[in-house]
């Protein structure tokens, strides 16, 4: 298949003051019907119904792969790498985003981990093993790194255990790879002094949400706290992807009600493209509110002034 003719991959850029923040897009990926995956315990009949509230598909969830880049100097900082390629039919589409927004692999000096996730590490490593990334440093919590390297990692607190465990030799050999490269940082530490990392744990134990921020201007990416409206509006519903259900329900609920409080804006690295947005509250039941733009390529954050 040539992805250079299918012309689905793409970026925004959106400037903040001394920044520029890129996402860029690195295809989707789809489960066919949301459960068990998403909601597990609950009624097909509120799962469904609640899809229609949310004009939402309600046979077929599908999720965008959003990465983010941030240009500081000349530092080029990437945040996770997307699929790579495991997914070559929807997914994979990072490379040919990147050189649209103007950058090659080689130029690449960063890469921050959020988790170790297929659709977050897959693009480190070629098919034929070698780095796509050949410049870059890498940085990963100390806490997620241990987790999926240090003995067997622990998936009984998820509502599907044995889901987990087939990932983890590709979790390894990729992080066995960069082993050298990599830079094991504590949850809460900034980084690159534009980089506000928070412990955001449950979908994995050492997985962060960050804030990039310059002078008056930041833009928080909850990664993936969120991987549907559907989980706003119903935060405790989850989802099997959670490595620890409960700490995934109860880390969603502070950070919606924290960003609903604050007026954050925040992106995701999977609600609908590119997910950008805010959280609001109707009737005690939070919801997402897109961020409005006009230019396909180009978000102004100051207008939020």
């Known amino acids: 298949m040539d992805h250079t003719l299918k012309r689905d991959y793409g970026f925004i850029h959106i400037p903040c003051n001394d920044l520029d923040i890129f996402i860029l897009s690195d295809g989707y990926f789809g489960i066919g019907y949301h459960q068990p995956i998403l909601a597990p315990d609950i009624p097909q009949n509120l799962v469904k119904n609640e899809l229609r509230n949310l004009y939402l598909s309600e046979s077929n969830y599908e999720a965008p792969i959003n990465v983010m880049l941030i240009q500081k100097g000349e530092r080029i900082i990437l945040v996770d790498t997307g699929e790579g390629f495991y997914d070559e039919d929807n997914a994979g589409q990072l490379l040919y985003s990147l050189e649209a927004a103007g950058f090659s692999p080689e130029s690449i000096t960063d890469i921050l981990i959020t988790h170790a996730h297929r659709d977050h590490i897959g693009g480190i490593l070629s098919k034929s093993g070698d780095f796509v990334f050949p410049n870059a440093h890498y940085y990963i919590s100390r806490q997620e790194f241990e987790f999926w390297m240090t003995g067997e990692p622990d998936f009984g607190k998820s509502k599907n255990p044995e889901g987990g465990k087939p990932s983890v030799p590709l979790v390894r050999k990729i992080l066995s790879s960069i082993d050298n490269l990599l830079t094991k940082f504590e949850m809460g530490d900034e980084l690159f002094s534009c980089i506000q990392t928070q412990a ?24 993936d706290i ?50 950008i947005g805010y959280i609001n509250k109707v009737n005690n039941e939070f919801q997402w509110v897109p961020k409005a733009y006009n230019n396909p390529f180009f978000i102004n954050l100051k207008l939020d002034l």
């Open 200 to 223: 955001a744990p449950g979908h994995t134990p050492g997985h962060i949400m960050y804030t990039v921020y310059n002078g008056n201007l930041s833009l928080t990416n909850v990664v």
């Open 226 to 275: 969120f991987h549907s409206p559907l989980l706003i509006a119903k935060p405790e519903w989850g989802t099997q992807w959670d490595i620890d259900f409960e700490i995934g329900v109860e880390t969603r609920k502070k950070v919606l009600e924290t960003c609903y409080k604050n007026k954050t804006l925040i992106c995701s690295a999977h609600l609908p493209w590119p997910g």
